[in-house]
């Protein structure tokens, strides 16, 4: 089983960036996927979510209106797409599978929003 997320880096306030992440060795379009994010010295918190099928997303207040998540179940692929960043967006991002007890996690992407 892998996730491996990639698309991270150093991008100004108000800029964008487009996470991916590639699944393989279980079947992707069971499971429920999720993007976290862990702040230097802070929590890993929920950033956003989308459905097996992609028919339902739900996302964190603070990104709510600027981040979008997607998936390609064809391609075993799940998207967060970040808009109008803030410095406060800066964390390492973190791809999640979840389907009923079983939970897999990617080793994390690095986003630094500064100027």
């Known amino acids: 089983v892998r996730l491996v997320e990639s698309g991270g880096d150093l991008v100004q306030p108000g800029g964008s960036l487009t996470l991916s992440c590639a699944a393989s060795?279980?079947?992707?379009?069971?499971?429920?996927m999720k993007w976290y994010r862990q702040a230097p010295g802070k929590e890993r918190d929920l950033v956003a979510g989308?459905?097996?099928?992609?028919?339902?997303?739900n996302y964190a207040d603070s990104v709510k209106g600027r981040f979008t998540i997607s998936r390609d179940n064809a391609k075993n692929t799940v998207t967060l797409r970040m808009n109008s960043l803030k410095p406060e967006d800066t964390a390492v991002y973190y791809c999640?599978?979840?389907?009923?007890?079983?939970?897999?996690w990617g080793q994390g992407t690095e986003v630094t929003v500064s100027s």
């Open positions: 999640n599978a979840v389907r009923l007890r079983v939970t897999y």
């Open positions: 989308i459905s097996s099928i992609g028919g339902s997303t």
């Open positions: 060795g279980f079947t992707f379009s069971n499971y429920y």
